[in-house]
């Protein structure tokens, strides 16, 4: 059974961090691509850092690049989003996902969401 679990979500002040993790099971985490999305009451889902088989192979939403940064650890099958310089409207539900469709490559866009996970809140609030 395909699991995507969040975790690491919580409160932080304005200009803090945080560090999300997405707990992968049911899979080989090593074969495919997977993309952090947020979606914030009243907005859009955006999806805003993705990583493919490689940890060279990323992308990001211009609102998070050079703020945020996501990694990937196959041996642990998990994914991290470290999140910096936070600001608050950051505040949104995260989730990660994936297609689970070898050779889904980020610079073609971010994959269906086929799987994904409950999300963890993050608010950013002073």
């Known amino acids: 059974q395909v699991q995507l679990v969040e975790s690491g979500g919580g409160l932080v002040q304005p200009g803090g961090s945080l560090k999300l993790s997405c707990e992968a099971s049911?899979?080989?985490?090593?074969?495919?691509?997977i993309a952090w999305f947020r979606q914030a009451p009243g907005k859009e889902r955006e999806g805003i850092a993705c990583?493919?088989?490689?940890?060279?192979?990323?992308s990001y939403a211009n609102s998070v690049k050079g703020r945020f940064i996501i990694s990937r650890d196959n041996v642990e099958s998990t994914i991290f989003l470290q999140m910096n310089s936070l600001k608050p409207e950051d505040t949104a539900v995260y989730y990660c996902?994936?297609?689970?469709?070898?050779?889904?490559?980020?610079?073609?866009?971010?994959?269906?969401?086929?799987?994904r996970g409950q999300g963890t809140q993050v608010t950013v609030s002073s």
């Open positions: 990583i493919g088989t490689s940890d060279s192979s990323t």
């Open positions: 996902a994936t297609d689970l469709m070898p050779g889904t490559l980020c610079s073609r866009g971010y994959p269906p969401e086929v799987y």
């Open positions: 049911g899979f080989t985490l090593d074969f495919y691509t």
